[in-house]
């Protein structure tokens, strides 16, 4: 098992970037409060959660690309919890209720260019570049997270 905490909780009336809350319900369709302008590609109850992580996020921001926590959809953004490995069936509990199961990893699309410096937003692409990718997730369990609450990877 592999532990971290939530460093950002992020929600939006629809689109990118996504902004910071100190708390959330979560559903089985998300958080509550969190809307999707595109809901053929995004949201539902397989992608009900996008996950990412602080550290790779400021590795990004290393290489030059401008991206912030919530700037990639992402509603939860990790810190001390090692995502490049991450499949499709692993488990997370968020906070003390929530559990999650990652379904897929996201597929990059045109609404985050602003977050690369380049324009090339397949730069978080699994298929291009493994373990880069951020992650959907089902809600198997649904409740309260909050910013600071644990974030522990159940394999």
């Known amino acids: ?10 929600v939006s ?8 809350i100190e708390e959330g319900l979560v559903t089985p369709l998300g958080i509550v409060g969190d809307d999707h302008r595109d809901r053929v590609n995004h949201g539902g109850p397989e992608r009900a959660l996008c996950i990412y992580s602080l550290e790779q996020i400021q590795a990004l921001q290393e290489e030059g690309h401008p991206v912030q926590p919530g700037w990639m959809g992402e ?3 990790t ?3 090692d995502l490049s490995t991450v499949k499709p069936g ?3 509990r968020l906070g003390e209720q929530v559990l999650v199961e990652v379904t897929r990893y ?4 045109k609404n985050i260019i602003a977050s690369f410096k380049d324009g090339d937003f397949t730069r978080v692409s ?5 373990g880069w990718s951020r992650f959907y997730v089902r ?9 600071g609450d644990p974030v522990q990877l159940v394999r």
């Open 1 to 10: 098992m592999s532990a971290g905490r939530i460093y950002q909780i992020n």
């Open 13 to 20: 009336s629809g689109g990118v970037p996504k902004w910071p």
């Open 75 to 77: 509603n939860v953004t």
């Open 79 to 81: 810190v001390g919890i």
């Open 90 to 92: 692993d488990r997370f």
């Open 106 to 109: 996201t597929t990059p699309c």
């Open 126 to 130: 699994h298929k291009l570049y493994p």
């Open 139 to 147: 809600v198997l369990r649904g409740g309260w997270i909050r910013r």
